[in-house]
């Protein structure tokens, strides 16, 4: 249950700091084009707010609402997720945003990706200026692979250069990614340069099987926590886990995803002592661990700089996590895709289970890119949405019927609402049925 609380401590806190960010991109634009904002709320309100404030002489109302789905800024003479229709169908007034030139109210409308945006940079130069840019050169790395890799050529030891002609550069998600959706792949084996291409289906296997594409270390037990299921066991120290129910899992980061599958159950382990294999019966517990920790080797690289050095640093980490998210957008709408989109559960359960700054900083900065590039997909309802039929009136320089943006924000909502009740319908599916 600490765990839990935690966790989502964390994912609130995290929440809070991405909304109110987005929200003064609108609001500090509205008020640069002297647009009035009636409402500036953290979570919605619907029916009451947990708090709300009005300063003396000001025509925005400060709150915070009991639903925490987001928040929102209510700007006048604009067709929202509030649906007020009513004050739409009042003469325009010249505080209103209806009555700005589609430019400025373009400028409105992005104001909140663009600051999400500039939060996540700001966050990554501040974890480089504070932890150092930590990586592993994956150009100098051998690598342990799946078996699915295995099976499409990959061999332990392998190095990796190129994916598509592209030089890689980092051990990260962006770079693997570029691997697994590559069609030829140059390797370094054993010395020698050679060229893989790989099979047509080999990105929807590992989307379909979950497993992870590769890591930089065995799965070696290091250390043995006392008293923990690893131990009644019997693992001991430098043993090699070589299966999980009859998975093969030559690599550390799959068997921690084989036993995430297995939580509060009995799994069977395949284990190479010495010159012996074993089998042996372990129970994984509510987090999806044994109690054991494996040996990772040092092969990483630590860069250190100054207040200026890590700004460009932590831009140039901002603009991978959103290329690495840009290239899994396609995949939202893939068979494997769907059943893999998760709510709040799914969010939080990517904190750690105890207070970890940078960790929490690092989650943050990337969903804070999450949130900037979701909000842009052109879908009513979210800003990408507005600032598509804005670009339509600047080039057509006519608006949209009114009738028309009405219904299409009622459509955008239902269909935000239904992707939400599914996300979080598919955490609680995964929490008691799997």
Do not use: C, H, M, R
């Given at each position: 249950m600490e765990t839990v609380i935690i966790k989502a401590l964390q994912l609130i806190l995290s929440l809070s700091i991405l909304v109110i960010v987005h929200e003064c991109g609108h609001f500090l634009f509205a008020k640069l084009f002297k647009v009035r904002v009636e409402k500036f709320y953290l979570f919605f309100n619907p029916w009451f707010s947990l708090f709300k404030f009005k300063p003396r002489n000001s025509e925005t109302e400060y709150g915070i609402g009991w639903l925490p789905l987001g928040g929102y800024v209510k700007i006048a003479g604009m067709l929202d997720e509030s649906m007020d229709k009513d004050a739409l169908k009042q003469p325009p007034q010249p505080w209103e945003f209806r009555t700005r030139p589609a430019w400025q109210r373009l400028f409105i409308m992005v104001g909140g990706v663009l600051m999400n945006f500039i939060l996540a940079f700001f966050i990554y130069s501040m974890v480089v200026l504070a932890w150092g840019d930590n990586y592993i050169p994956i150009q100098k790395t051998?690598?342990?692979?799946s078996e699915t890799a295995h099976q499409a050529g990959f061999q332990d030891g392998d190095i990796i250069l190129t994916a598509d002609g592209t030089q890689l550069s980092r051990y990260d998600d962006l770079d693997l990614f570029r691997v697994i959706d590559a069609d030829n792949v140059t390797l370094l084996r054993n010395g020698n340069e050679i060229t893989l291409h790989l099979p047509a289906d080999f990105k929807s296997q590992f989307l379909t099987s979950k497993t992870p594409f590769a890591d930089i270390s065995v799965a070696q037990v290091d250390s043995v926590?006392?008293?923990?299921?690893?131990?009644?066991?019997?693992?001991?120290v430098n043993d090699r886990i070589i299966s999980v129910d009859e998975t093969t899992t030559n690599a550390f980061t799959i068997v921690s995803s084989q036993l995430s599958k297995h939580k509060d159950s009995d799994v069977k382990l395949g284990i190479v002592r010495g010159q012996d294999t074993l089998r042996l019966v372990a129970h994984v517990n509510e987090e999806g661990k044994l109690g054991f920790l494996s040996n990772r080797p040092l092969v990483g690289v630590s860069d250190h700089y100054g207040f200026f050095q890590s700004i460009p640093v932590g831009i140039g980490l901002g603009v991978r996590k959103m290329a690495f998210y840009v290239l899994q957008l396609k995949l939202v709408f893939s068979k494997a895709g769907i059943s893999g989109i998760g709510g709040?559960?799914?969010?939080?359960?990517?904190?750690?289970?105890?207070?970890?700054?940078?960790?929490?900083?690092m989650m943050t900065a990337l969903l804070s890119i999450m949130l900037g590039v979701m909000n842009l997909l052109p879908i009513p309802a979210l800003d990408g949405g507005h600032v598509m039929f804005l670009v339509y009136e600047v080039i057509t320089r006519r608006q949209p019927n009114e009738k028309f943006l009405e219904y299409a924000q009622m459509m955008g909502m239902v269909l935000l609402i239904s992707l939400l009740l599914y996300a979080n319908g598919m955490d609680v599916v995964r929490a008691f049925f799997h």
């Open positions: 051998p690598l342990y692979f926590v006392p008293g923990s299921s690893a131990e009644k066991a019997g693992l001991q709040f559960g799914a969010i939080g359960n990517l904190f750690p289970p105890t207070w970890d700054w940078f960790a929490f900083w």
